[in-house]
Every structure is written in C-alpha cells, then in structure tokens.
C-alpha cells in the first residue's frame, strides 16, 4: 500500500507541476522530446531562487569563495585530460524482445530499492556492494551476472532475455566551425567542473586569491542518457550548481567533512524532514578520488543522490597540466610564515556538486500536500505547496474584493509598492476563495486582500498560506511583515 501511494504521490507532484506552470515536457505540441523538459512561468522562479539561495550560501556568505560563468563549448583536450573521452560511459544492456535498453547499473538499483523496501536489508547491501565493485572493475560480465543472478525481469516486455553489457558514451559531440569540411569535433560539455579547473589560475591570480579558496559555477550540463525516467530526475540537458575548493594536500581530509556537514546543513534548513537524508558514502572510490559521500534524499521512488562531495586530491590540475603544457601550481608563500619552506604544489580539491533539476524535484516533493478540510458539514480540501517563503514563485498575490468601487485602484496602488521588492500578482476574477486556492496550490505564502474598510483606514486582510489564518494590519506594514517572512536570512542566518 505504501509503494501505491508513493507512486500516486509523484503522479500528482507531476501533473501539478503541468497545470500550475512549473515544468512542461518541451516541443509538446509535436509530441515531445524524451527526457527533456521546460520550466513555466511558476517554475522559473522557483528555479531561480533555489539558485539565488545555493550562490548566496557559497559565494556570498564566505569571503574565500567567488563564482565563474564559463562557457559551454571548451577545447576538446579538456574532456581528453579529464577523462570524459576514454571514460564516460554507462554500461548498458538491451531486453531481446522489448527491444528496450536499460542502464545496467539502474536496473540493479531498483532492485537494491526493491529489496530496502520490502525490509530484505542483508540482500539490498550485498547487492549494493557486489554491484559498486563490478563498477569500480569496469566488469560488465559481472553486471550481467548480477542481473540473471537476481532475476531482474524488463519492465516492458517481463522476461529475462538480455544481452551482454556494453559501454554507451554519454558525451554529444558537434561540428565547431563555419564550414562542415574541416571543422572540429568539440562536446557539450557533460559537468561544469572542468570549466573552474581550467581557470583556476585566471581566478587566483585576478582574484588575488589565498589557499585555501573555491570557486564556484552554476550551469547547463548535458549527457546523453539512453532512459528517460522519473521525470525531471534524470534528463539530456540539465543545471549543475557546482563548487570546487582548494586545499593544501594533507588538508583535504579536513575540509571533506566540513563540506559535508556544511551542505547537509543547507538542505536542512529549508525544513525538509532530517530522516528524509541520508549520507550514502563510497566504499569503491573512483581513480582520482580519495573520500565521496552522496547525499541522498527519500523520493517516492527511494532513497536517490542530489548531491555528491568528493575529496578529487590534486587529479584534475595534474591532468591539465599533463595536457596543456601549462604549469598548475600555486605558490604559497604562507607556509613560510608557519616555519615551513615556500612551496609550489599543485592544490588537492574539494568538490560539491548538486543538480539544480534534483533539488527542484525535491523541493516540489518536499512541499506538496493535499488537505483535508473537511468538517462535519461538508467535504473540503485544498491542494497546497508548502514552500519555504523566500523560495516560493510568488510572495503576494493582491486580490481586491470585488471589480468596482475604486477597489482595483487601491490594490494597484499597493502592488505598485510592493512589487520592487516582491514578486508580486494581481488577480480579481472568480470567489475571493477560489483565489485563495489558487495561490495555495502555487505556494505563495501571502494573500492581501483589499476591501472597502481599507478604502477607510488603509488596513488589509493579509491571509498566511499554511495557517490559513487572517489578520487585519495597515498598509504601511505591509512591506515589513511580508519582507521578515521571506527574508533569505531566515535560511543563512
């Protein structure tokens, strides 16, 4: 009944984020492009203040950290010295009779979660291993031992008659150049983290900038995923928000478990249940890393990365530098001043990254709830996102009483004041409850409602989203009881 019910949960986060305007399956109208999406006119704004409230935390709350736009086309050397051209692939698997292709990795998942759910712990963590160690080994033979071994049918088809894994590159390629003949072969780029590798030089020296110090970026990534699954979750064009900072190797350790709790942290304080997280750390590291922890958040279809810290050491400058000729070091001439002898080395780095596309997902999971209201009386519920305030689309929506007697003109005058420092809506069609519905379903968290007392005494009816509660204030009040609720010191602070 619980895995019914999640699964109606996400059905319905899926159609509210149609019909409220926050994520629409793009070029719907010829019928729609597999895994990728639009964001509407709700969803942009939630996008962008989950944006504005990860750079705030990174860049602007520590004086160590500035943010980079670097762009999307770079050098084909990059993803040659970072290892994309050689090593990015997804192991994948075809069912014979559905025709249908699976990453092989994913089906072992599902069963892992599978396995969690129905309490079968023991096999969900064996398999958990044994899959992470055939990974790690590049065993693709292995993968499809695990598959038969755990009898892992094709959701379309329902049989057990796979091929063999092989590996899929994930990387778009296209023509750079103004004529076909001739032109380069470059990528989209498939993580933005190489676009802070390559400047760390341009950063620190223009930056002056000390050890230790990050830099942070916020960007379109693209991947060429073969299985469009659980919606925005795992898409071909997608947003990274990432942060890669540099430390004295033998600090690395160090500076690891600060980003971990520190980014725990941040999640947590826009309400989301603690046992909703869990930190899921890597016994099988990758080449280039020495310590990784996922934070994993509990969505209806289980337990699911949103964001990776990983402890790289100083693999990625040194891949640049192998590549490009360039020398990577950094000269710290601190040490001296700590009785050891000046240095060159070539910095050890700390990286957060989180899917922008994820924590959107999350944060629409997190926030929705249809309540019951129902009395005695009568049947009544009210289908509400219960968004923090600073990260809601909308913060007031204005509603005059009625069409006439001068009352548009007042709430104009109010939104006209309001609107500089809060996205704010007009709206006078249909019951002042249906409008009231309205602005729940989108989360915003107040509702000011002008009347004819206010055309008096210049007093408003300000309705709180959550608490549905009403309280008659002055207009003058306005900005300030509004500003203190969605104020982003109430999530940095």
């Known amino acids: 009944m619980a895995q019914k019910n999640n699964d109606e949960q996400f059905k319905n986060v899926i159609s509210h984020a149609k019909e409220y305007g926050f994520v629409f399956q793009s070029s719907e109208i010829y019928d729609g492009l597999s895994a990728v999406y639009d964001y509407g006119q709700n969803g942009a704004e939630l996008k962008n203040n989950i944006k ?16 980079i736009d670097s762009a999307i086309f770079m050098h084909p050397k990059i993803w040659k010295a970072s290892g994309h051209v050689d090593g990015f692939n997804d192991p994948m698997i075809d069912n014979k009779d559905s025709k249908k292709r699976y990453r092989a990795d994913q089906l072992l998942e599902d069963k892992i979660t599978k396995y969690e759910k129905d309490g079968k712990t023991d096999k969900a963590a064996k398999l958990q291993s044994d899959m992470d160690t055939a990974l790690q080994a590049e065993d693709l033979p292995q993968l499809k031992t695990l598959i ?9 088809s329902g049989t057990k008659n796979w091929t063999d894994v092989r590996q899929f590159n ?49 960007g379109k990534a693209f991947r060429n995923e073969v299985i469009a699954r659980q919606f925005i979750m795992r898409m071909r064009e997608f947003e990274q928000m990432e942060m890669q900072f540099f430390v004295r190797p033998g600090e ?18 826009l309400g989301t249940p603690a046992e909703k997280y869990r930190f899921h750390d890597h016994v099988k590291l990758a080449h280039y890393a020495n310590a990784a922890t ?55 780095v700390i990286e957060t990254s989180i899917g922008l596309d994820r924590m959107f997902l999350l944060t629409m999971i997190n926030a929705f709830e249809v309540e019951d209201l129902s009395t005695d009386e009568k049947q009544d519920s009210r289908t509400v996102l219960h968004l923090h305030p600073a990260l809601a689309p909308v913060k007031v929506a204005i509603f005059p009483l009625t069409k006439k007697d001068g009352l548009p003109e007042k709430a104009r005058l109010i939104m006209d004041t309001l609107k500089f420092d809060f996205n704010c809506t007009f709206e006078e069609k ?22 004819h007392q206010s055309l008096e005494d210049d007093t408003v009816t300000i309705r709180h989203r959550d608490s549905m509660a009403q309280e008659r204030v002055a207009i003058a009040d306005l900005g300030r009881i509004i500003g203190e609720q969605v104020s982003w010191k109430n999530l940095l602070g």
């Open 148 to 156: 038969e071994e755990h009898e892992i049918a094709c959701p379309v």
């Open 430 to 451: 249909d019951a002042i409850g249906k409008r009231y519905r309205r602005q729940d379903a989108i989360g915003t968290p107040f509702c000011v409602t002008v009347d």
């Open 170 to 218: 994930l990387m778009f390629s296209t023509q750079f150049g103004a004529m076909a003949e001739g032109s380069d072969e470059i990528y989209l780029r498939p993580e933005t983290a190489q676009g802070i590798f390559v400047n760390f030089l341009n950063v620190q020296k223009s930056g002056r900038m000390k050890i230790p110090f990050g830099i942070a970026q916020i």
């Open 52 to 67: 504005t409230y990860w750079w705030k935390a990174m860049v602007q709350m520590h004086e160590n950290i500035v943010g």
């Open 252 to 269: 690395d350790q160090k500076w690891f478990e600060y980003w971990k709790e520190a980014r725990l942290k941040w999640h947590k304080a």
């Open 294 to 348: 996922d934070i994993e958040f509990e969505f209806p279809f289980g337990f699911k990365e949103v964001e990776g810290i990983h402890s790289r050491t100083d693999f990625d400058l040194s891949q640049h530098q192998a590549f490009s000729n360039k020398k990577m070091q950094y000269f710290d001439n601190d040490l001296n001043e700590e009785g050891k002898p000046y240095g060159n080395y070539i910095p050890y």
